[in-house]
């Protein structure tokens, strides 16, 4: 028997981040682009500047900031909170992830429901 479950983040301001979200902040901070990460994750960029503007709209600060582009193209990062909120969720899926592995080994060895 294996226990599974996925986690998120929700703050009084109405900012949500799980998986998902946690990922492409991490790949736009990689790769400087809202576009390239969309495409690696295989998102829309439409959905992917949904979400980012969502993120930014629902929290305290700003997350990612982006420049428009000009002959160079734009650019995307995180600001230091974005890569704190990065920080703190994968802490918190990592320490998730560790209960999930150790319940599930608690139940090793027991017959099927």
């Known amino acids: 028997m294996i226990v599974k479950g996925k986690i998120w983040i929700e ?4 900012l949500k981040i799980g998986l998902g979200r946690a990922l492409l902040l991490e790949r736009i901070n990689a790769l400087g682009s809202i576009s390239e990460a969309a495409r ?5 960029y439409r959905r ?16 990612v900031l ?3 582009g000009g ?16 920080e703190l ?3 918190v ?3 998730f992830k560790k209960f999930s ?12 429901f």
Not at 49 to 61: A, H, L, V
């Open 89 to 91: 969720f994968n802490e």
């Open 40 to 44: 690696e994750l295989k998102i829309p």
């Open 66 to 68: 982006k420049e428009v």
């Open 48 to 63: 992917a500047w949904g979400i980012i503007r969502d993120m930014n709209e629902n929290s305290p600060k700003q997350i």
């Open 101 to 112: 592995k150790s319940e599930s080994d608690r139940f090793s060895g027991w017959e099927e």
């Open 71 to 86: 002959k160079s193209g734009g650019k995307s990062e995180l600001t230091d909170y974005g890569k704190r909120i990065v």
């Open 11 to 14: 703050t009084d301001f109405g």
């Open 93 to 95: 899926d990592d320490c």
